[in-house]
């Protein structure tokens, strides 16, 4: 095993993500959507699969908690936390639909979803993507390299330049840190 090999992979990608303008420049653009959406009483959601999952949960956090100091919540939610909801829908619909249904049901106009996905494929976000369009909610999607199909249907593409899902995965968490130090300083200026 060589740890700084890994290391060094890792960095690898985030040095790609410094140097890549439309990148900087999306990130840029979302932070902005999202301190807007909460000047207007709006609210931000995230959807992902499995680590990714564990990544919307995480960003949802930082927003509705706090991240680098105390100031008032922010309305930050991952759509997966409720099991009960999560499993009644998957088990009377289908698992497409368990993202798309709680943003017709919850999401308006002005609010925005953020979908993470390294491959960008994920079917239940790609479905959710659309119901978003549909009501005036703003896709944003964080994915690997290619976008997947999730680049065809979302507003604003974040795609990481890398293929390798631990890389990308580290880089989302990255990329939800920098929104959230962005969008915490701007809305509460220290």
Known sequence: MDIKKIISESIAVKQSIIESEILNKNIEQVTNLIVSTYRNGGSVYFCG??????????????????????????????LHVNTSYL??????????????RYINGAGKKGDILIGISTSGNSKNIIRAF?????????????????????K?????????PSADTPRIQESHIMI????????????FPK
Do not use: W
């Open 130 to 150: 659309e119901v978003a369009k549909e009501k005036g909610i703003t896709a944003v999607a964080l994915t690997g390299e290619s976008g997947g199909k999730m």
């Open 49 to 78: 699969n499995g680590g990714s999952a564990a990544d919307a949960q995480h960003i949802a956090a930082e927003l509705s908690g706090r991240f680098y100091y105390d100031r008032p919540p922010l309305a930050a939610e991952a």
């Open 152 to 160: 065809e249907v979302a507003d604003i593409l974040i795609n990481v």
């Open 176 to 187: 939800g840190h920098i929104i959230c130090q962005f969008v915490e300083s701007k809305l």
């Open 87 to 100: 499993t009644a829908v998957a088990n009377d619909y289908s698992y497409e639909e368990i993202y798309a």
